[in-house]
Structures are given as structure tokens and as C-alpha cells.
């Protein structure tokens, strides 16, 4: 953005020492838009002093952060929302300046991939492990545990570009290609796990049908393992818990950003991110 008076006088009052007057600069700094990201980062460069650099850093945070909350609710109110798209947007509170693009294209490649191998005369099973083949063993995705020491491995385009990925994202990946090809597979809520289920129909919310009587079989998305009916029923006397049909239905991908969000905000609950804890569970 060209440089104005009124500009040049606002960037000089970023070191103000008084909160008030920084409080007001900051508010006319951000109503400019994404335009003075330019002006910012230019500051930046040019400014020794790390206190006026963090300031111009969050500055620069507020101003990505205003135009993602906007894409968020496009999002939200779009009549079907893509998985992948949506976990995109989560890329972006992280890494902004990502293209976005080269990472539609190499999932449209992994979808190629599997949709070649597939037929109409495979069962579900099959098509599953088509689908776990390639992307576990053909494009070597590693699962790994959920730490919140490593926010990367919540991140979609991470996965792509580090082949590794807590269940949550590797799960996320799964089913954006489950929805791209037509697979029934769903996420569910069970208790502290990130489980896909292949749902032979869906659910009806107009009768009171346990949901996990449409399910055929469970996927763990660290590494696209089976797990049988059994498998979870001893899973929930381990935890010793009810096995209630709530745990069962389909989660729509709104609810699974949402909780994509709420899980990567504990990556920041240090004094000097703590603003992203309060702003990642409700972006838009």
C-alpha cells in the first residue's frame, strides 16, 4: 500500500508505550486491510527492536485472521461443506501466505489414483483397502500421536507435506477422499478417539435406529487398520462406558472442523499465544 502521511504518522506510533494509544493505532491499522501487510512487514525488516516486531507481528495476525473469520462463515453457509476446504481455512490461521491450489491438485491425484483401481464390483471392504493401500502404504503416510507440542501434525497440507499426521488430520484427508469418490465412510464420537466408520446406509434422525446398526466396520486413521463391531464393543467396557447410539451417528463436517479447531487450539496455551486459544474455536 502507498505510504500517506496519515499511514507513516499511524506505523510511527507503533512503539507507543501507552496500551490506550497503541489500542486505537492498531484498530486504524487493521481497518486498512490486507493492503498494509506490505507497510508492516517492511517495518519489520527495518526494526530492531523485538518488542515493536512482536507488536507489527500480531498486528499482521489480526489482519489474516479478519479475512479468514470472513471465509470461515462463507463456509459455514454454504449448502454443502467440503472437508477439505474447510480444513484448509485451519492451514491458513497457521500459515497464511499457503497456496492453496498445488495442495487441491495433489489430492485430485491421490483421488486419480484410487478411483482407477476401483470398480462396481468390489464389496466395501475392498474399496476400503484400495483406498488404505494407497494412501498408507503407496503414498507412505505415517500416523502418529496426538501431541499438542506438534501443531503440524493437526494440518492437512502438513500431511501431504511431511507424510505424517495425528488421527485427527490423517482422518480428515481420509474422508475428503471418501467424499471426492463416493465412499460411505464416516466419522463417529466415540470417546477419546478420532474413529471412520463405513456406513452401509445412512442414519435416519426420524427413528429411534442405533446408529451403529448401519455400520459395517471401524477404520483407525493413524494407519487404516479394521476394527470390528466387537473390537469396539471391548473398547467401551476398557473405558468403561456405555456404548450410547450418540457415539455412533455421522458427524457432518462442520462438526468435524469444530472439533478440529477445538483440538489444535491446545497447541497454544502459552503466554504468548494464548490469543490464538480463544480465537481457533470460533473463527468465523
Known amino acids: 500500500m502507498e505510504e500517506t502521511r496519515e499511514i507513516n504518522a499511524l506505523l510511527h506510533l507503533i512503539d507507543d508505550p501507552d496500551k490506550e494509544v497503541f489500542t486505537t493505532v492498531s484498530d486504524k491499522i487493521v481497518s486498512f486491510g490486507k493492503p498494509i501487510i506490505a507497510n508492516l512487514e517492511h517495518l519489520w525488516e527495518t526494526t530492531p ?134 465412499i460411505s465412510i464416516k466419522a463417529i464420537n466415540i470417546p477419546r478417539q478420532f474413529i471412520l466408520a463405513y456406513f452401509n446406509d445412512e442414519p435416519d434422525d426420524t427413528t429411534d435406529d442405533n446408529p451403529a ?20 464393543e471391548v473398547y467401551f467396557k476398557r473405558i468403561s462406558v456405555p ?13 468435524i472442523i469444530q472439533f478440529l479447531l477445538e483440538e489444535f487450539s491446545k497447541c497454544f496455551d502459552d503466554e504468548k499465544n494464548r490469543y490464538k486459544v480463544k480465537e481457533l474455536p470460533n473463527p468465523g
Open 49 to 182: 527492536d523485538e518488542g515493536v516486531q512482536e507488536r507489527i507481528e500480531l498486528l499482521i495476525h489480526r489482519l489474516h485472521f479478519r479475512e479468514l473469520s470472513s471465509e470461515f462463515k462463507e463456509w459455514k453457509t454454504q449448502g454443502e461443506q467440503e472437508l477439505l476446504s474447510g480444513s484448509l481455512l485451519v492451514s491458513r490461521f497457521q500459515y497464511p501466505d499457503i497456496a492453496i491450489p498445488p495442495i487441491i491438485t495433489e489430492v485430485e491425484k491421490m483421488r486419480r489414483n484410487i478411483w482407477l483401481e476401483l470398480n462396481s464390483y468390489l464389496t466395501s471392504l475392498e474399496k476400503t483397502n484400495v483406498l488404505t493401500t494407497i494412501l498408507y502404504n503407496y503414498y507412505h503416510v505415517k500416523g502418529v500421536e496426538t501431541l499438542y507440542s506438534e501443531p503440524n501434525d493437526f494440518l492437512v497440507h502438513k500431511v501431504l507435506e511431511n507424510k505424517r499426521g495425528n488421527a485427527i488430520a490423517n482422518g480428515i484427508l481420509y474422508l475428503s477422499l471418501c467424499e471426492m469418490l463416493g
Open 243 to 255: 456404548p450410547t447410539a450418540s457415539y455412533f451417528k455421522p458427524l457432518d463436517n462442520k462438526r
Open 213 to 232: 446398526h448401519y455400520i459395517q466396520f471401524y477404520i483407525d486413521p493413524l494407519s487404516g487398520q479394521i476394527f470390528t463391531h466387537k473390537d469396539v
